[in-house]
Nanobody
Framework: QVQLVASGGGLVQAGGSLRLSCAAS?????????GSWYRQAPGKQRELVASITGALNTNYADSVKGRFTISRDNAKSTMYLQMNSLKPEDTANYFCNFLRYDYNYWGQGTQVTVSS
C-alpha cells in the first residue's frame, strides 16, 4: 500500500522558519521520479511551490524564491521543504506529490499558518 505522509507544518510568526517533510512508503522514489510541493490557501487554487527532479534540478514559484529550499533523500524516499522568512501570505495547506512514469501520488497535506 502506497502512502505519502507530509509533516512539519504548524503555526509560526512572520519571519520564522519551518521544515516540511514528505515520506513515502510502498514506492521507489528514485532518480526517475520528480517531487513537488504544492499549496492551497482557502478560496484559492492549488499552486506549485517547488519541484525537484531526479537530477536535483529545482524550480520555485517566484513568490518563494530565495526563501524556500526543496531537497530530497532518495534512500529514505523523503522530500523536504525548508521554509525561511515566512510571510502571512505563505499560510496554506501544503501538499507533496511524487510523480514518475508509472505513478502519481499525493500526500494528505500539512497546514502552515504564519501570523503577522
Amino acid at each position: 500500500q502506497v502512502q505519502l505522509v507530509a509533516s512539519g507544518g504548524g503555526l509560526v510568526q512572520a519571519g520564522g522558519s519551518l521544515r516540511l517533510s514528505c515520506a513515502a512508503s510502498g514506492i521507489i522514489f528514485d532518480i526517475r521520479a520528480m517531487g513537488s510541493w504544492y499549496r492551497q490557501a482557502p478560496g484559492k487554487q492549488r499552486e506549485l511551490v517547488a519541484s525537484i527532479t531526479g537530477a536535483l534540478n529545482t524550480n520555485y514559484a517566484d513568490s518563494v524564491k530565495g526563501r524556500f529550499t526543496i531537497s530530497r533523500d532518495n534512500a529514505k524516499s523523503t522530500m523536504y521543504l525548508q521554509m525561511n522568512s515566512l510571510k502571512p501570505e505563505d499560510t496554506a495547506n501544503y501538499f507533496c506529490n511524487f510523480l514518475r512514469y508509472d505513478y502519481n501520488y499525493w500526500g494528505q497535506g500539512t497546514q502552515v499558518t504564519v501570523s503577522s
